[in-house]
């Protein structure tokens, strides 16, 4: 099955700046890619996603990119603020699939 | 409206003790799905079920089943629980047929000591 692979697994940024999660996947088949934010102690909410017809989709501060080819993808978080503060999980789902692989997960502190 | 529910929110077994997780969504959504949660590995796939009337093994399906009793409920049973069994359990769901976004609940916390 597919395998994500997330880094790093801790990331610590000052307020303001930008912060950048990457993962990377292992079939190729795979044509979904979302992100989820889980704060402390919440359920996992989507927070962007991206198709494999798609190199690059924005929503406000965030953005995500992807790279078919080399099998990877990165979330982007420009202009951070303490409310982003959180896990935050890529996944994948294989073509043909009904279900999402997840990353281990990015543990992002901003500090005020 | 409210989305996925899962119940209890905590629970705490004794080893070899059984019980079952609830789920249910009410976004009439074809699939439903179970998912552990430990440290450091993130959300792995215990069961799922695609649509009403049929279950598969996720990632780690061992000393668990799951039952779709409907389209909206999802169960998920630890028939002997063991303390490797320790983890915070989500209920998931999504529209399914392609689209997978995926909608959870709020989480159990379940201790096995």
């Known amino acids: 099955g597919e395998n994500v692979e997330q880094h790093p697994s801790t990331l610590s940024v000052q307020e303001g700046d930008s912060a950048v999660i990457k993962c990377t996947y292992s079939?190729?088949?795979?044509?979904?890619f979302p992100w989820y934010k889980q704060e402390l102690g919440k359920r996992p909410q989507l927070i962007i996603d991206?198709?494999?017809?798609?190199g690059e989709k924005k929503d406000q501060r965030i953005a995500v990119t992807l790279n078919k080819t080399a099998k990877h993808f990165s979330l982007h978080i420009t202009e951070t603020q303490p409310e982003d503060s959180a896990v935050y999980f890529c996944?994948?789902?294989?073509?043909?699939?009904?279900?999402?692989?997840f990353g281990t997960g990015t543990r992002l502190t901003v500090i005020p | 409206n409210a989305g996925v529910t899962q119940t209890p929110k905590f629970q705490v077994l004794k080893t070899g003790q059984s019980m079952t997780l609830q789920c249910a969504q009410d976004?009439?959504?074809?699939?439903m799905y179970w998912y552990r949660q430990d440290p450091g590995m993130g959300l792995r796939l215990i069961y799922y079920?695609?649509?009403?009337?049929?279950?598969d093994k996720g990632e780690v399906p061992n000393g668990y089943n799951v039952s779709r009793l409907n389209k909206r409920e999802f169960s998920l049973r630890l028939e002997s629980a063991a303390p490797s069994q320790t983890s915070v359990y989500f209920c998931?769901?999504?529209?399914?047929?392609?689209?997978?976004?995926?909608?959870f609940g709020q989480g159990t916390r379940l201790t096995v000591v």
């Open positions: 998931a769901s999504s529209v399914g047929e392609g689209n997978t976004e995926a909608f």
């Open positions: 079939d190729s088949a795979s044509n979904y």
């Open positions: 991206i198709r494999s017809n798609v």
């Open positions: 996944a994948a789902r294989s073509a043909g699939a009904n279900n999402l692989f």
């Open positions: 976004m009439n959504h074809n699939s």
């Open positions: 079920s695609a649509s009403e009337g049929t279950t």
